[in-house]
T-cell receptor, first 118, second 110 residues
């Protein structure tokens, strides 16, 4: 297993264009998360999936953002009509979700997709 | 979500121990204490987690205060590769998501 893979690693786009990021999680992981990170800040939670179901969305995820995880495998994050404020690193993570009392649910992150909106 | 407080930055000399503090005075009984770190140009990576007892793994040790209102991540011998931002996070066992703060930026001096 090569870990969590994200593509593209870098994307430069003009304001108003649509962009899509892809995340391939660790194969046996049933949970998948999207985070956004701007310079000097910690990652901000956007949304997460359990299998193919999107169970929680942050208020940060405006109507221009949509995430999918068809068949509970890879996921895509699409941003429509990009704005300069969308420039950030978009991080994907996966985990083997468990309701055990170990408290683990360790997240494995990808290297991220950096978006620059001109 | 319960909040944590960490110093913005710390420095350490190479091959010396590093103690990274975290305050979490509003921790609840079902909150686990997690530590992740983020190396430059990478996504965060798991370091260690615990509930009440001190924990050790190959990367670090986690010392948890008896009242659980604070904890300390201990790197026994800092190396240049340990230079990163370290995040202390509280996560309720029933909640799947992690809420990151701004963390502590650790600088290791050669």
């Amino acid at each position: 297993d090569t870990g969590v893979s994200q593509n593209p690693r870098h994307k430069i786009t003009k304001r108003g264009q649509n962009v899509t990021f892809r995340c391939d999680p660790i194969s046996e992981h049933n949970r998948l998360y999207w985070y956004r990170q701007t310079l000097g800040q910690g990652p901000e939670f956007l949304t997460y999936f359990q299998n193919e179901a999107q169970l929680e969305k942050s208020r940060l995820l405006s109507d221009r953002f949509s995430a999918e995880r068809p068949k509970g495998s890879f996921s895509t994050l699409e941003i429509q009509r990009t704005e300069q404020g969308d420039s950030a690193m978009y991080l994907c993570a996966s985990s083997l979700g468990s309701r055990s009392l170990s408290g683990a649910n360790v997240l494995t992150f990808g290297a991220g997709s950096r978006l620059t909106v001109l | 979500d319960a909040k944590t407080t960490q110093p913005n930055s710390m420095e350490s000399n190479e091959e010396e121990p590093v103690h990274l503090p975290c305050n979490h005075s509003t921790i609840s009984g079902t909150d686990y204490i997690h530590w992740y770190r983020q190396l430059p140009s990478q996504g965060p990576e798991y370091v260690i987690h615990g509930l009440t007892s001190n924990v050790n793994n190959r990367m670090a040790s986690l010392a948890i205060a008896e009242d659980r209102k604070s904890s300390t991540l201990i790197l026994h011998r800092a190396t240049l590769r340990d230079a990163a931002v370290y995040y202390c996070i509280l996560r309720d066992v029933s909640q799947p998501k992690y809420i990151f703060g701004t963390g502590t930026r650790l600088k290791v001096l050669a």
